[in-house]
């Protein structure tokens, strides 16, 4: 098992968004400190930026201009090449990438590196054609934007990582780190990177995949026929509702409804009434202490055993595992009043003569 050297993109010529640095530290963290009691050599970290070093200051806007000692050039020559994201704009407004970090990435890429994104660092090995027919991820926010604009990739937007062989990706932020120690794991052994994750107070595996933080929910619709009817089916969840139910509840035929619903939101009847009760049955984990099998019979999904089925198949962990991730937090008390004073107390605080009791009461 080998160490081996890791090079770091770093556009330093684009305004770094002091956000990003996260993923820029992650990466950072990992293999650049080195750690000679678990293994020696441990790897040896370039950071290579994407501009020429001309010592001018920050490029202008909110963020950061970072310099580094390497350039693209020292892509090629890495064991392990690391795209930790990219500039917001190049996502969220198709900006382009630089030119010349998309060749130099698949130059690298033709040399033999082992290629790695963290993020949105996704985009820029699309953009350079190595994850064309591979199973891929990013952060969940932008899974949708990665598949659209990238057909060819195999867009998973559940899982914390992707490890196919000599390209892996991530998901955003933390499912980076993640990523890395799985690096690790694979480069120096178990042993190494959970003593390493215990260095860096974190698991050395987290259960599950990034479909526990996306929120289980199909959007509204305006279609004024049947919107109304999941109102009504939102409210029924605790009961067998069939999609003969809906439809003769919406004036319909069966097939008028799930054509019009499907239309409408993107979903069958039965997938959408399957994601309002995983909904509602993550906001009662998250909200209350009631029981799995109290969840499962308010949620309509059953009993204990079938909640936990569609929780593990559709959100990627148990009740109990998302119930421990997303802890009930207790509301704050609210904010003292001013405290209730009696008549009596403020006839005898103003001076006024208490009036006598009534006969019979003391």
């Avoid at 950071?47 to 200051?57: I, K, N, P, Q």
């Avoid at 120690?181 to 120096?188: T, W």
């Avoid at 937090?329 to 009043?337: I, K, L, R, V, W």
């Amino acid at each position: 098992m080998s160490a081996g050297s890791v090079a770091v993109v770093v556009t330093e010529d684009i305004d770094v968004p002091s956000w990003d640095l996260y993923e820029l530290s992650i990466p950072c963290t990992v293999f650049g400190k080195p750690q000679a009691d678990l293994a020696d050599p441990w790897y040896d970290l370039r950071l290579c930026g994407t501009g020429a070093r001309d010592g001018h200051g920050a490029a202008p806007g909110a963020g950061l201009a970072l310099r580094t000692p390497y350039g693209l050039d020292d892509l090629a020559g890495a064991d392990t090449v690391i795209v930790p994201s990219v500039p917001d704009a190049c996502v969220e407004d198709g900006a382009p990438l630089p030119p010349a970090l998309i060749a130099a990435l698949r130059r690298a890429y033709d040399a033999g590196a082992r290629m790695v994104s963290l993020c949105t660092g996704a985009f820029a090995l699309a953009e350079a054609g190595i994850l064309d027919g591979r199973r891929a991820t990013a952060h969940w926010m932008h899974t949708a934007q990665l598949a659209e604009r990238y057909p060819k990739v195999r867009v998973d937007a559940s899982v914390l990582y992707v490890d196919d062989g000599d390209v892996l990706t991530s998901a955003g932020l933390t499912a980076g780190l993640d990523l890395c120690l799985h690096l690790v794991r694979r480069d120096l052994g178990a042993h190494v990177a959970n003593q390493l994750a215990r260095r860096m107070v974190v698991p050395a595996h987290r259960s599950g995949g990034q479909a526990q933080f996306i929120h289980m929910s199909v959007p509204d619709t305006d279609d004024e026929g049947i919107g109304p009817v999941l109102d009504w089916a939102r409210t029924r969840l605790d009961r067998p509702l069939t999609v003969q139910d809906l439809a003769r509840r919406a004036a319909m035929s069966p097939r008028t409804f799930h054509r019009r619903l499907q239309a409408a939101t993107g979903t069958t009847p039965l997938q959408w009434l399957l994601n309002q009760r995983l909904a509602r049955a993550q906001h009662l984990l998250e909200s209350t202490d009631l029981p799995v099998e109290r969840i499962g019979e308010l949620t309509g999904l059953g009993t204990a055993n079938n909640l936990r089925h569609h929780f593990l198949k559709h959100v990627g962990v148990t009740p109990s595992e998302y119930r421990r991730a997303f802890p009930r937090t207790t509301p704050e008390p609210p904010a003292p009043s001013r405290p209730a004073v009696s008549r009596r107390t403020a006839e005898r605080g103003s001076g006024a003569v208490p009036r006598p009791s009534r006969p019979g009461r003391r």
